[in-house]
C-alpha cells in the first residue's frame, strides 16, 4: 500500500466555456487530459454561468457530484436530473449536456474497463471506515474543515482541499476524525 497527499499547489487548473476546472488526479500520472490517453481523472469543476454546454469526451464514462449549488443537467435523447450538494449523475461524456444553474462540482472520469464510485462522508467527531482489497485506488478529497486520517497505525493530516491517495490498499482499518463539521469525497476506482 502506498499513501500520498497531494495538495493545491500540485493541481492544474484550465478555463472551460462555463468556467474553471481544476485536475487534482490523472492516472497514470503521465498522461494527459487534452491527449485523452488516461484510465481516470479526477477534477473540480466550476459552472459559472446559468447556462451551459458541457464538452464532449468521447470514450469517457462520467460520475459528476455537486459539492456547492444546484444544478439540472439534461442530457441530449437520454435523462435529466437536478442535483442539489452532494447528489450524483452518471452520463457518457460524448453525450450532449445541457446545464442550467451554477455549482461547484466533483468529477470522476473512466475509460475503457477502469470504474469507480464517489460516496460523501459528512460528520462531526469521528468515523470508522474499513476498506477492502478490490480497488485499485481509495481517495479522499476533503472539502471542508480539517482532518486526522488513520489508517492502520498510521496518522495522517488531511487539510481543506487536499487530496489523499491510497494506492492498492489492503484490507484496513480506517478512522477519520476532526472537531469540527467535515466533508470529505470518498472516491473508490478499480
Known amino acids: 500500500m502506498d499513501i500520498k497527499t497531494i495538495t493545491p499547489s500540485d493541481y492544474k487548473k484550465t478555463v472551460w ?5 481544476t485536475q487534482l488526479y490523472i492516472y497514470p500520472t503521465q498522461k494527459e487530459f487534452k491527449a485523452n490517453n488516461y484510465d481516470f481523472r479526477l477534477s473540480i469543476a466550476s459552472v459559472e454561468i446559468e447556462e451551459s454546454i458541457f464538452t464532449k469526451l468521447p470514450s469517457v464514462n462520467r460520475t459528476l457530484m455537486v459539492l456547492d449549488g444546484e444544478i439540472t443537467l439534461t442530457h441530449e435523447s437520454h435523462h435529466e436530473k437536478n442535483l442539489k450538494k452532494f447528489e450524483s449523475d452518471q452520463f457518457l461524456g460524448d453525450w450532449t449536456t445541457k446545464c442550467l444553474g451554477t455549482c461547484t462540482d466533483f468529477n470522476l472520469m473512466t475509460k475503457g474497463e477502469t470504474s469507480g464510485t464517489l460516496t460523501p462522508i459528512t460528520f462531526e467527531g469521528s468515523k ?3 476498506l477492502s482489497a478490490s480497488k485499485q485506488f481509495t481517495f479522499f478529497y476533503l472539502n471542508k474543515g480539517m482532518a486526522t486520517i488513520k489508517i492502520d497505525d498510521n496518522k495522517h493530516q488531511l487539510n481543506q482541499s487536499e487530496l489523499m491517495v491510497i494506492r492498492e490498499p489492503h484490507e484496513s482499518e480506517i478512522t477519520i476524525s476532526s472537531y469540527g463539521l ?8 478499480k
Open 182 to 189: 467535515t466533508e470529505i469525497i470518498q472516491i473508490d476506482i
Open 128 to 130: 470508522g471506515l474499513k
Open 17 to 21: 466555456s462555463g468556467g474553471t476546472t
